[in-house]
């Protein structure tokens, strides 16, 4: 499937998103009761549930003592938090993230073409050489909810995007939806994208944060092969299998079958993605899916 024929794929199946963040987990420093009855309530009747669990004494989590976990939330619900934070005058630090959006479809089965289309054209890029660009993982083992979840196993620094075409929907009801996932499993991970207070997750944009760090490229195999050749002007084949066979060989994708023909087709691609420039038209498509 062309770029072309992908993009009005898309604008096709997708009918209406849902962004919001599916679960925030927030450490306090007190083992005293923060919300109160009423202020449970407040935040039931956003749609959202709140759960408080003691943290056990770690090195780890420092002074902290309670772990308030957060689902389906939106930014009345931290506001309210925050009321609640404000009144009590306790520290808190933000420790887990997931930034969620729900693509509603008319059917399960467009519902998993949407994913298809996604994954096709998404890839999460890993930081460390040494280990695999991506690689795939069943969420679930019914096939009806089965999903696909990528992530660095050596250096994922926190983040772990996930993707799956069914799943117990909240936001979107009962309408079949493509439901994706990226999240910020750590508290380092989430200081090095500026959510340190509340605030910041009240003015967050989900869908812009979405276009910014979710990566789409048209031939995620070849990243780093692009890399490689960035500094050879006129790349011979030997220097192509050379550059594959090096960047390759410890990799679980390999371009052992693919003509050399159509790697030198690529190369224009290829140098764009060494120096970190997205093709016009993958910039097209990650605006459809987080527009």
């Not at 799943?167 to 079949?176: E, F, L, T, V, Y």
């Not at 390759?248 to 764009?272: G, M, N, Y």
Request: one cysteine or more.
């Amino acid at each position: 499937m062309t770029a072309r024929d992908s993009k009005a794929t898309i604008k096709t199946l997708i009918k209406k998103r849902y962004a919001y963040f599916d679960h925030i987990e927030i450490w306090v420093d007190t083992e005293t009761k923060i919300l109160d009855r009423s202020t449970r309530q407040k935040i039931k009747k956003q749609g959202a549930n709140v759960s408080i669990v003691p943290l056990k004494i770690s090195p780890f989590q420092g002074e902290y003592r309670t772990k308030l976990e957060l689902t389906q939330v939106n930014p009345q619900v931290l506001q309210i938090l925050q009321a609640a934070f404000d009144q009590h005058a306790c520290a808190y630090l933000i420790a887990r993230i997931e930034f969620t959006v729900d693509w509603v479809t008319e059917t399960p089965e467009q519902a998993r073409t949407l994913q298809r289309l996604f994954e096709q054209y998404f890839i999460h890029r890993c930081r460390r050489r040494a280990a695999p660009p991506f690689y795939f993982e069943n969420v679930h083992q019914d096939a009806d909810s089965a999903g696909t979840s990528y992530f660095s196993p050596k250096d994922s620094r926190g983040l772990v995007p996930l993707i799956y075409s069914s799943r117990q929907k909240r936001r979107s009801g009962d309408q079949p939806c493509a439901h994706f996932e990226y999240r910020l499993t750590t508290t380092a991970a989430c200081k090095r994208h500026n959510f340190r207070v509340l605030q910041d997750l009240i003015e967050c944009d989900i869908l812009a944060f979405m276009r910014q760090h979710v990566t789409f490229i048209a031939k995620p195999s070849k990243e780093d092969v692009g890399r490689a050749l960035a500094s050879a002007a006129n790349p011979s084949r030997r220097t192509l299998e050379r550059c594959c066979n090096d960047f390759f060989k410890q990799r679980q994708t390999t371009l052992e079958q693919i003509p050399i023909q159509q790697l030198l087709s690529w190369l224009p691609e290829l140098h764009a993605l060494a120096q970190k420039k997205t093709p016009a038209h993958l910039t097209k498509i990650a605006d459809l899916f987080f527009k």
